[in-house]
């Protein structure tokens, strides 16, 4: 079964430090580009950040509000995505889940990409 | 960046309505738009992927339609299940970006 499990989250104070992880199992993790997408209380899904995999070099991009203060990475030995994130704000409070994205070659022969696999989320507080 | 709209913001149906939502985004994205439905407390699940495909194990009550800068969701003969909250996502650019979703409730 495919299957992504976040772990980590908590109360932290701002200004803080937090890393979550994301393991998953049932499918070749290596292989997969991965993202974080978080939700803030009230709000909807706002996505985060993105790492591919080594084979396509392995980068990273950011949304304009956590650019430089968090980071995503990945254990492809461990089959586990992390995301640390530093200099935290009140905003940054959220369910954060981590999703495979995955592409499609559609009828009109263009690589279409998706997320379509995701975990349950875990919960970070911000907070004094 | 690419900004994404839906509407409407939320809506009330009954089971066996048919449902549509709009989403429109502020430049050509040809057919790079997802739709996702999400539950309180549940990981969100992937309905349509490029526009129109419908992803596997998906009920076909739910299809998509558009290209370019508009896209509808439509939910034929709405069940139970169906009253969640459904956003679009644009995968043409990063920044990935979300509508700010359309919350489905029972009338």
């Known amino acids: 079964e495919v299957q992504l499990v976040e772990s980590g989250g908590g109360l932290v104070k701002p200004g803080g430090s937090l890393r979550v992880s994301c393991a998953a199992s049932g499918f070749t993790f290596s292989n997969a580009w991965m993202s974080w997408v978080r939700q803030a209380p009230g709000k909807g899904l706002e996505w985060v950040g993105r790492i591919k995999r080594r084979a396509d070099g392995g980068t990273t991009d950011y949304a304009a509000p956590v650019k430089g203060r968090f980071t995503v990475s990945r254990d492809d030995s461990e089959n586990t995505l992390y995301l640390q994130m530093n200099s935290l704000k009140t905003e940054d409070s959220g369910v954060y889940y981590c999703?495979?994205?995955?592409?499609?070659?559609?009828?009109?022969?263009?690589?279409?990409?998706?997320?379509?696999?995701w975990g349950k989320g875990t919960t970070v507080i911000v907070s004094s | 960046d690419i900004q994404m709209t839906q509407s409407p913001s939320s809506l009330s149906a009954s089971v066996g309505d048919r449902v549509t939502i709009t989403c429109r985004t502020s430049q050509s994205i040809s057919r790079y738009l997802n739709w996702y439905q999400h539950k309180p407390g549940r990981a969100p699940k992937l309905l349509i992927y490029?526009?129109?495909s419908l992803q596997s194990g998906v009920t076909s009550r739910f299809s998509g339609s558009g290209s370019g800068t508009e896209f509808t969701l439509s939910i034929t003969s709405l069940q139970p299940e169906d009253f969640a909250t459904y956003y679009c996502?644009?995968?043409?650019?990063?920044?990935?970006?979300f509508g700010p979703g359309t919350k489905v409730e029972m009338k």
């Open positions: 999703a495979t994205e995955r592409g499609e070659t559609g009828e009109d022969y263009h690589y279409y990409y998706f997320m379509d696999v």
């Open positions: 490029a526009a129109s």
């Open positions: 996502q644009q995968s043409y650019s990063t920044p990935l970006t």
